[in-house]
Nanobody
Framework: QVQLVESGGGLVQAGGSLRLACAAS????????MGWYRQLPGEQRELVAA???????NYADSVKGRFTVSRDNAKNTVDLQMNSLKAEDTAVYYC?????????????WGQGTQVTVSS
């Protein structure tokens, strides 16, 4: 079984910064792309940022220039540095990873961490 454990959410004032961290643990062969999604109540989960094993990144337009995704392949971790936070960044943030076992691959999700930006 694979687990993704997130940390680093919280309450911050607009213009401030937060750093989210996610660590994968359990039994697996490899991890492909990793990333962060966010979700508001009643809305669909949306991609915030993703990073391939090789380091290529992809960001939602709304966070470009403010957020930075990074990963450590040796530690199976992915981080999201969030700067210049805005009230509209408030959401539950979920870590996501493409995890391969010996016979199959699937996406796993973390439990979610709340980020609240006060204006």
């Amino acid at each position: 079984q694979v687990q993704l454990v997130e940390s680093g959410g919280g309450l911050v004032q607009a213009g401030g910064s937060l750093r989210l961290a996610c660590a994968a643990s359990g039994s697996f062969v490899s991890i492909g792309s990793m990333g962060w999604y966010r979700q508001l109540p009643g809305e669909q989960r949306e991609l915030v940022a993703a990073i391939t094993r090789g380091g290529s990144t992809n960001y939602a337009d709304s966070v470009k220039g403010r957020f930075t995704v990074s990963r450590d392949n040796a530690k199976n971790t992915v981080d999201l540095q969030m700067n210049s936070l805005k009230a509209e960044d408030t959401a539950v943030y979920y870590c996501n990873a493409d995890v391969g076992g010996y016979f199959s691959r699937r996406y796993y999700w973390g439990q979610g961490t709340q980020v609240t930006v006060s204006s």
